[in-house]
């Protein structure tokens, strides 16, 4: 791994996003240096899936030996990020690197992506990126070696890219662009980068993503942290570039890069927006005894296109109608664990209906949590909802009522499923 050399010492970092995963790990980075660190994210309260917030985060940087500032702060919003910027201009007396690393991702196509997570991903990853550049900019200008680093990818136009989750794409090339244009508007006196993994990184969102398995098959956030490092100590001609981790790593003369692997020698999944060849890596995973998350670059939500929960929702789909809505009248969600784990919906509420993977399209009214197995039994008869909930099988928030006329539903489906 890259060793420190102290050459951050008293600089002042605004790190959106750094209060886990690689925002976190640039943080820590720059702290053993005795750097300060902005914590500028929106976990103040423990998440139920995500672990850390923006005051652990803190807690472990000033361990590391650096300072730290956490501020609860969403990227959408133009006075939560003025005002973390002003607070670490009086605490620290300026600012001299910005990391965007927040970002939103929906892995969804087109009709699938509801328009509540299009505005999520643009107003994070685009609107965020640009707004936060914007309001440090007039600080950076004061630092004698300002950088702004964006973890966005190269820009690649192959319609693969888009095809399986245009929006998401959209959004994270949004990033991009902004290195594109501030790298050219500010050349010579700020150096604004891109960053990007050529391999899968280790993150709690990428074990939501993924799985509890796709672990093996990913490298640790420090090969990003170490590359943010090089980048910062560069000069500010040092710009407009759409950096790799490994490759500039390589350049630092970094030559073993198992020590990076979350599992030395096991096959490593690519990194979207890269042209690796996703059939010869598939080959290569299945060779050595893998199971590979993603397969021939589609997304997670291509993998849920499949199974006994895919084929339960496809037949749903086809015996909707505005009768049964008018008879229900809810939306329920099902948070499914167990082998085929994830989320789903039933719109019984508005129009005809309408059924599918990922959240629905508006609020739910009823929450159901249970094991997939046991899900696909209730639809297909074999276990009644009120029995499985009095087991502990399945969980219920919401309107009970409409958990109850559930089993109504269901019986009125029954004969087609």
């Known amino acids: ?62 361990a590391a030996g650096g300072k730290a500032l956490p501020c609860i702060v969403d990227v959408r919003d133009e006075k939560q990020i003025s005002d973390a910027v002003k607070q670490a201009v009086e605490k620290f007396g300026g600012i001299d690197i910005l990391v965007n690393n927040a970002s939103a991702i929906n892995l969804t196509g087109t009709v699938e992506t509801p328009m509540k997570k299009v505005d999520l991903m643009l107003g ?32 690649n136009l192959n319609p693969m890219w888009f095809k399986n989750h245009t929006a998401y794409t959209m959004a994270k090339y949004g990033m991009s662009m902004c290195v594109l244009g501030m790298a050219q508007e500010f050349q010579g006196s700020i150096a604004v980068n891109a960053l990007w993994p050529r391999t899968a990184i280790q993150t709690a969102a990428m074990d939501m993503l993924g799985g509890s398995d796709v672990g093996k098959q990913c490298r640790k956030v420090e090969i ?72 021939s670059g589609k997304s997670s939500a291509d993998s849920a296109a499949a199974g006994p929960i895919a084929d339960t929702f496809n037949t749903l789909k086809g015996v909707l109608n505005p009768d049964l809505v008018k008879t229900t009248q809810g939306v329920y969600k099902f948070e499914l664990s167990g082998e085929h784990a994830g989320v789903w919906y039933i719109d019984l509420k508005n129009d005809a209906g309408c059924a599918g993977s990922g959240e629905p399209p508006v609020k739910a009214d009823v929450v159901m949590t249970m094991d997939s197995a046991d899900f696909t039994k209730m639809f297909a008869g074999k276990l009644k909802p009120t029995m499985a909930f009095m087991s502990g099988k399945l969980k219920i928030k919401g309107d009970m009522g409409l958990a109850i006329k559930m089993e109504k539903m269901m019986s009125m489906m029954k004969s087609k499923l």
């Open 1 to 62: 791994m890259l060793q420190n050399t102290g050459k951050l010492a008293g600089c002042t970092l605004f790190i959106t996003g750094a209060s886990r995963g690689i925002g976190k790990a640039i943080a820590l980075k720059a702290a053993r240096d005795g750097a300060n660190v902005v914590i500028a994210a929106k976990t103040a309260d423990p998440h139920p899936k995500l672990p850390g917030t923006i005051f652990t985060a803190a807690a472990e940087i000033e």
């Open 224 to 295: 990003m942290a170490d590359a943010a490092y090089t980048i910062f100590n560069k000069p500010t001609s040092f710009t407009g570039q759409f950096l790799i981790d490994d490759d500039i790593l390589k350049k630092e003369g970094i030559k073993d890069f198992d020590v990076y692997a979350v599992e030395p020698g096991h096959p490593l999944l690519p990194d979207f927006f890269l042209d690796e060849q996703p059939e010869e890596l598939v080959k290569k995973m299945e060779e050595y005894g893998a199971t590979p998350v993603f397969k």
């Open 124 to 155: 994070v990853n685009l609107r965020g990126t640009y707004l936060t550049s914007k309001l440090c900019i007039p600080h950076l200008l004061k630092s004698k070696n300002p950088h702004i680093l964006n973890l966005s990818p190269p820009l």
